[in-house]
């Protein structure tokens, strides 16, 4: 049997995520943890992060120490500190996005009680997230320091 490839997917691919898709396939989508409850603890995750914000603000330091050197040895070494600072800012991203943003923020309807103390949460939350994307954008020690400060605030929440 030949096999069919659309942009590099197999068509039993695509077919496969167009029935997952289709609209009115699911009637209910209910929010669940990833992994079972109780593995992780929010105070790991929070010293996590502030080890994220320092090996970027160490990553920012050293890319700027290399930055006009023209030698193979410091452009090798300038590009593995991109790529580390790009891990660690994404990765940042991915656990205030799937760990505490899903499971951890709860929605409050407007005008409940609470509902401004979500509100605040969630722009903490996006704080710190934007931050971590500004890191990826910037060699600047000051979005580094941005980053840290945000994720200190973030801890609040989270007893730290």
């Known amino acids: 049997m030949k096999k069919r490839y659309l942009a590099g997917t197999s068509v039993a691919v695509v077919a496969s995520l167009s029935v997952i898709m289709w609209p009115g396939a699911i009637k209910n989508a209910q929010a669940h943890c990833q992994v079972p409850c109780g593995i992780y603890d929010d105070s ?7 080890e994220d914000a320092r090996t970027i603000a160490k990553a920012i330091k050293n890319i700027n120490e290399l930055a006009g050197k ?62 971590a994307m500004k890191t990826k954008q910037k060699a600047d020690s000051a979005a580094a320091d941005a980053l840290a400060h ?11």
């Open 44 to 50: 790991a995750r929070i010293d996590r992060l502030k």
């Open 70 to 131: 023209a030698d193979a040895q410091s452009f090798n070494q300038a590009a593995r500190w991109v790529a580390t600072k790009e891990h660690h800012a994404s990765h940042v991203i991915e656990v205030v996005a799937q760990y505490f943003l899903t499971q951890k923020v709860k929605p409050v309807e407007a005008g409940a009680k609470g509902y401004d103390a979500y509100l605040s949460k969630l722009a903490d939350h996006h704080a710190v997230m934007s931050a």
């Open 150 to 160: 945000s994720i200190e605030k973030l801890a609040t929440h989270y007893g730290k």
